[in-house]
C-alpha cells in the first residue's frame, strides 16, 4: 500500500484510540520512523504531511539530512548513540530520544555548545528490565536527572522507552505503566511543567501507549512497511 494511505490508516486508528482513551489527538505527536526507508520514501511521506522524521543510524541520518536539505523537514534520533557520534547529532538532528548515560549528555553538550544549539532530549528509561535493552534504569531516574542539571545546552522534555516485544499485553501495559510511574516520580521533584513528554508506543503497541498516556509514539512500519 501507499504511505500516504498507511499513514491515512494510522491516523484514523490515533483517532479512534484517543476517542476510547478520552484524549485529545492534538496532545499525541506522531513521529514516523524513517530509518531503514530511503529519501524518496521520506519526501513520499512529508508529501503526506509528514514534516519530521525518525532515525537510529548516525550515518544513515547524516546522509539522508543531505539529501533532503532543500525540503523543509526534520530528524529526530531515536536509537542508541554511541559517544563518539555525538557530533552527527548536534549537527543534524532536532531532538535526541535515548539519552542514557551521563557521558553521552556530557559529549551531546560540548559539540551543542561548539555549535551554540540547544538540543531538546528525551532520557530513555528501560522499562522491561531486558539486559539488551538501552536506558537507565528507573529507579536510576531522579538521581540521573540531577546529574542533567548542569548541562546547559540539553534542554530535557521527558521520558522514552521500548516496551517489551511480547504478544501478552499485559507485559507490554507494564511498561508503559513503569514510564507513567517514572514520569510522576521526576515531577514530584520537579518544577511545573516538566518531564511532560512521554515517547512510547510503536507500530505493534500505540493504542495501548496512547491509553496508557504516550505523547508521541513512534511508527515505522505501519506508515512505511517492511525495512530492508
Ligand atoms: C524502528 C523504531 C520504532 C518503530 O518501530 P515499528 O515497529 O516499525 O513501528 C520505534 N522506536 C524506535 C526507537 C525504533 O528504532
Redesign the pocket.
Known sequence: MAIADNLALVKSRITAACETAGRQIDNIRLLP?S?GHSSSDILAAHQAGLTRF?E?RPQELAVKAAELAEVELDFAF??HLQTNKAKIIAAFAAEF??LDSLRLAAELDKQCQRIGRELPVLVEVNTSNEPQKHGIAPADAIEFAHQLAVFDSLKVNGLMT?AVLSPDRAQVAACFDTLVETQRRLQDCAAPGSWEELSMG???DFELAIAKGATCI?????IFGK?N
Open positions: 520512523m530509518k525518525g537510529n531515536a536509537g530520544q535515548a521500548m510503536m507500530s505493534g513512534r511508527i515505522g512500519t505501519a525495512r
